[in-house]
T-cell receptor
Framework: GAGVSQTPSNKVTEKGKYVELRCDPISGHTALYWYRQSLGQGPEFLIYFQGTGAADDSGLPNDRFFAVRPEGSVSTLKIQRTERGDSAVYLC????????????FGPGTRLTVL | AQSVSQHNHHVILSEAASLELGCNYSYGGTVNLFWYVQYPGQHLQLLLKYFSGDPLVKGIKGFEAEFIKSKFSFNLRKPSVQWSDTAEYFCAVNANNNNDMRFGAGTRLTVKP
């Protein structure tokens, strides 16, 4: 009964670089969410997948952010040309149902952009 | 603007004290309401949720929350806190069955033994 896992747990990169953050949801969960949590704030919604498709990407801050879930399981959040303001903890959550269902969170990836 | 507000940034209590953490939201229409907890070094986990029905909901570890529609509130309560309740508590709202969940900024609870 593994929970949601995320890798890496920590990522330090330089401004302008490209990063990929991985999320492995609970097996059988069709819904997958990405959030970003800055210091002293609650999680901020980025994108929601139902199966393989991005059902709602309205929370992505700009076109440097992109996420995929090609086989309906593992998801990758991709950030191009990273900026210092992208530094945050990136959280992934999955749920059995879609909207409104209980979301199970992973431990997060702490991204630091120098 | 639509938002979720948690009034207290940091609450410090002694063991056995009663707890109430405030949460207000500004969404209209149908809402699903949640309280999540994050213990030190652990993942966010669900404490309790309200979808419909009895506005007083019971969660894990003796927590409860009351949905008061007229006040747009969903305050979290516990009659007697323990040292192990030290954690960060987040209120979250899913409005009108939208896909996103909006979180408050969180309240850090410190319980002194």
């Amino acid at each position: 009964g593994a929970g949601v896992s995320q890798t890496p747990s920590n990522k330090v990169t330089e401004k302008g670089k490209y990063v990929e953050l991985r999320c492995d949801p609970i097996s059988g969960h069709t819904a997958l969410y990405w959030y970003r949590q800055s210091l002293g704030q609650g999680p901020e919604f980025l994108i929601y997948f139902q199966g393989t498709g991005a059902a709602d990407d309205s929370g992505l801050p700009n076109d440097r952010f992109f996420a995929v879930r090609p086989e309906g399981s593992v998801s990758t959040l991709k950030i191009q040309r990273t900026e210092r303001g992208d530094s945050a903890v990136y959280l992934c959550a999955s749920s059995l149902a879609g909207v409104g269902g209980e979301q199970f969170f992973g431990p997060g990836t702490r991204l630091t952009v120098l | 603007a639509q938002s979720v507000s948690q009034h207290n940034h940091h609450v410090i209590l002694s063991e056995a004290a009663s707890l109430e953490l405030g949460c207000n939201y500004s969404y209209g229409g149908t809402v699903n309401l949640f309280w999540y907890v994050q213990y030190p070094g652990q993942h966010l986990q669900l404490l309790l949720k309200y979808f419909s029905g009895d506005p007083l909901v019971k969660g894990i570890k003796g927590f409860e929350a009351e949905f008061i529609k007229s006040k747009f509130s969903f305050n979290l309560r516990k009659p007697s806190v323990q040292w192990s309740d030290t954690a960060e508590y987040f209120c979250a709202v899913n409005a009108n069955n939208n896909n996103d969940m909006r979180f408050g900024a969180g309240t850090r609870l410190t319980v002194k033994p």
